[in-house]
């Protein structure tokens, strides 16, 4: 049992609020969507012509396409949890005031942090389905545990957008954002998502698998493939970890900044 001025187990308000604001933002909603089909099109059908079969994680041979479509699903979780848990809560902290408003009333600084992030998640859920559809359609998923892509989808989101929020109650500025940007776009490029981490050098490639993309990216592709081992286990481990790694900090610096 937490205090009440922590928890009163009513987050599902932040969620109606949510839908009741985007539901005139829609376009917004679905243009998430967007961004890693068109990265799957030119880069897997466009420049997968030219690069030609892969080496997919147990040796089978991949087309481009069925290489990097796992590993870009993983990639939009991560940019979506956290465009959510930064960006907007950033503003809702900072300059709409939202919050002080809210923990006026019975919701205490958990709801409020999981509320944002069960939002962030329905987000990178919607994105996740529309996304596995495109990779059904296309043929390239390979094996039927791709039925998982979608709820790994979800541990992957809720992982970065705990941290994210976690991250976004120490900026101070619009400024700070960039180092967010500056953390994520390299993962993004260079964390497997289009390449195997052999092209490295082996100091390298060791601090590439610490980073939390490069276990979605294995995770979501070990799925796609049908590649499941011991290591698939720690990937999940790792986002539970840092899930709640990042809730308890979020909940701790709301309340020492909304509530001293």
């Keep these: 049992m937490l205090p009440a001025n922590i928890y009163a187990g009513r987050s599902r308000v932040l969620m109606e609020r949510s839908v009741l ?10 243009s998430g969507f967007f961004e890693p089909l068109f990265y799957l099109l030119s880069f897997g059908t466009g420049l997968g012509a030219l690069v030609g079969g892969v080496t997919g994680p147990n040796g089978e041979a991949l087309t481009y396409a069925q290489y990097i479509a796992p590993a870009l699903l ?4 991560m940019n979506g949890a956290i465009f959510d848990s930064t960006m907007n809560v950033f503003f809702k902290l900072k300059y709409g005031k939202l919050y002080e408003g809210m923990l006026a009333t019975s919701l205490g600084v958990l709801d409020v942090a999981l509320g944002e992030i069960a939002w962030a998640l329905t987000r990178g859920g919607l994105y996740a389905i529309g996304f596995v559809a495109v990779m059904l359609a296309m043929g390239l998923i390979l094996s039927p545990w791709g039925l998982l892509l979608i709820p790994a989808a979800l541990l992957i989101a809720f992982g970065f957008a705990a941290v994210g929020m976690a991250a976004t109650t120490f900026l101070r500025s619009w400024q700070d954002l960039e180092i967010v940007t500056l953390f994520t776009l390299p993962m993004f490029l260079f ?32 799925l796609s493939v049908g590649d ?30 909304l509530m001293s």
Excluded: Q
Aim: aromatic share 12%; proline share 3%; with cysteine.
């Design 21 to 30: 604001v985007y539901r005139r933002s829609w376009l917004i909603l679905v």
């Design 74 to 77: 993983a990639s939009s979780a």
């Design 191 to 222: 964390s497997g998502t289009f390449y195997g981490l052999n092209a490295y050098p082996l100091w390298l490639r060791i601090v590439v698998e610490c980073l939390p993309l490069h276990h979605g990216v294995a995770l979501m592709r070990g």
């Design 228 to 257: 499941l081992d011991a290591s698939m286990a720690g990937h999940v481990l790792y986002f539970a970890v840092m899930a709640g790694i990042g809730l308890w900090i979020a909940s701790r610096r709301l309340g020492k900044l």
